[in-house]
């Protein structure tokens, strides 16, 4: 399959696309008649490099070109993904997507970012209604890993199984919609919170920030890694969720939710709504609110990367496939990354604490290295750091790209002593490097010990080939 991708609409939620596709290796094509398209996908993109990365430990692979294209059907010749995402009206997806029928490949697939349409309605009148479905993501789409997968009825099967397969590679969680109906499953939900809150401000029970502030400091927290389900279930207490709806299930019959009416739609209520959104982050431009969502998603991923939770353990699941195993060359490169944002600290820069970490995540790619892997450890052997010598040369900075090589300075039975030295990739600058004393171990005894035979020898191969390259 050839890695090309066609976005279809650049705007907030095709630039999100692009960007994505691109930082996992696809070429992109981009059609927008928007002259300013280029301008602004050139900004999201640079958003989703600085972010994109931070959710990984391990190197991203070779970023794909993003290039635009003078008519959709350049755009689309050859692609093996059709992205549509122009504004929410049918009769303007209709004609987007006839003309990519035209000249897309028949095996591509083809996606709509629909927020709202059925699948089967943007298939009518299709010439080959089999390849397209609905492919709803949430902004940031080089963040937020969920993409809604709505097949319509005429949607082949071969088509959801290879689209899945593709948004999986791409790190994202495509989740199946069996059914479809108006709005899929997340903006339903979504719709509803959006109706209530429309109705507290123009009732003027709270304002904009009092309902941001309801949620962020609260229900917003549990959702990101819970869920709605999961959470009522711990608060019904050791009863779980049979108590929980045997309290709380009279409120359906109470005055608890307007939703059964819509607000009226009117000028006077985007004028009050807006009016209180400009006071409550006006003093901030879009792109620095895009910008300070980015940070707080990336350390709230990784958090939940650390815990193996929710859209964390997908992430991790990802790393570990994009983690290819270490070369033989001389220097040996342990670590490729981007430094996070959590990385930081008051100083507005790396946290010495975190040069432990990135030190210890070198050794243990070495461990992986001589054998000393997952398995190896599971199996009641390991490595156990005694002693470490961090020498901090230059500052490090949020974002920035550096790899780690790791020296075997001497192996002798029970003992191994590692040399990094942690480098910025843009100039191979020595930032920072360390002086690390290993002993191997027994898990069962926690005493030390020879390592396995064949551990043994891999190390012994790796420092005679160090000490060659020394020479
Ligand atoms: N903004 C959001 O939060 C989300 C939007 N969506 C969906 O994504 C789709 C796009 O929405 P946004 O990106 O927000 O809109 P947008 O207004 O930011 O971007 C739409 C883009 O389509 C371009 N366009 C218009 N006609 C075109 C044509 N014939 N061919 C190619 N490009 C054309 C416009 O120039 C514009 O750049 C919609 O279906 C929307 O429901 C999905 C998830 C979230
Ligand atoms: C408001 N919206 C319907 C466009 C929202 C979405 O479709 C998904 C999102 O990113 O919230």
């Known amino acids: 399959m050839t890695k090309v991708a066609s976005i279809i609409g650049g705007g907030v ?40 990365p931070m959710l990984y430990e391990a190197p991203m692979p070779q970023r794909g070109a993003i290039t635009f294209a003078g008519s959709l059907a350049e755009a689309v010749t050859g692609a093996a993904w059709v992205q549509e995402s122009v504004p929410e009206r049918l009769d303007i997806k209709h004609k987007v997507l006839a003309e990519i029928q035209a000249a897309c490949p028949e095996d591509a697939v083809v996606g709509s970012s629909t927020s709202g349409f059925k699948p089967s309605e943007l298939q009518d009148g299709a010439i080959r209604a089999g390849q397209i479905l609905v492919a709803h993501p949430f902004n940031p789409v080089y963040l937020l890993p969920l993409v809604e997968l709505v097949p319509g009825a005429a949607t082949d099967p071969a088509v959801i199984t290879h689209a899945k397969g593709i948004l999986t590679d791409l790190g994202m969680y495509p989740l199946h919609v069996r059914a479809e ?44 890694q819970m869920g709605l389900f999961e959470t009522y279930r711990v608060a019904g207490g050791e009863a779980g969720m049979r108590h929980f709806m045997a309290q709380f299930g009279p409120c359906l019959q109470w005055p608890w939710t307007k939703l059964t009416d819509v607000p009226e739609f009117t000028d006077e209520l985007v004028d009050l709504i807006a009016d209180q959104s400009d006071r409550q982050s006006g003093h ?29 353990r997908l992430i991790r699941d990802h790393d570990d496939r994009l983690r ?73 900075h949020a974002g920035e790209d550096i790899y780690v090589t790791t020296h075997v300075m001497m192996a002798q039975g029970k003992k191994l002593q590692l040399w990094h030295e942690m480098r910025r990739t843009s100039d191979d600058t020595v930032l920072a490097t360390c002086d690390q004393f290993l002993l191997h171990v027994s898990l069962e005894t926690r005493r030390s010990c020879p390592p396995l035979p064949k551990v043994a020898a891999a190390i012994d191969a790796l420092e005679a080939q160090h000490a060659e390259a020394d020479q």
């Open 181 to 224: 109906i108006d709005a899929h499953i997340a903006d339903r939900f979504l719709e509803a919170v959006w109706r209530e809150a429309l109705w507290l401000v123009k009732d003027g029970i709270a304002t904009t920030e009092e309902i941001d502030n309801a949620i962020r400091y609260g229900f917003g927290l549990r959702w990101a």
């Open 324 to 396: 290819g195993p270490l070369g033989d060359d001389v220097p040996l490169v342990t670590v490729q990354r981007k430094i996070p944002v959590d990385w930081t600290d008051m100083n507005g820069h790396m946290n010495e604490g975190r040069y432990g970490q990135l030190f210890s995540d070198a050794s243990e790619e070495l461990m992986a290295h001589v054998g000393a892997d997952r398995a190896y450890i599971e199996a009641g052997h390991s490595f156990f750091t005694v002693e470490t010598k961090v020498q901090y040369l230059h500052e490090t």
């Open 13 to 52: 939620i095709g630039g999100g696309w692009a960007a994505r596709f691109a930082i996992m290796g696809w070429d992109v094509r981009v059609y927008d008649p928007d002259p300013e398209a280029q301008r602004k996908i050139g900004e999201v993109m640079a958003n989703a490099e600085r972010v994109l």
């Open 284 to 312: 901030m431009s879009i792109r620095e609110l895009e910008r300070l969502r980015d940070n707080n998603l990336v350390a709230i991923l990784r958090a939940l990367k650390q815990q193996e939770a929710a859209a964390g």
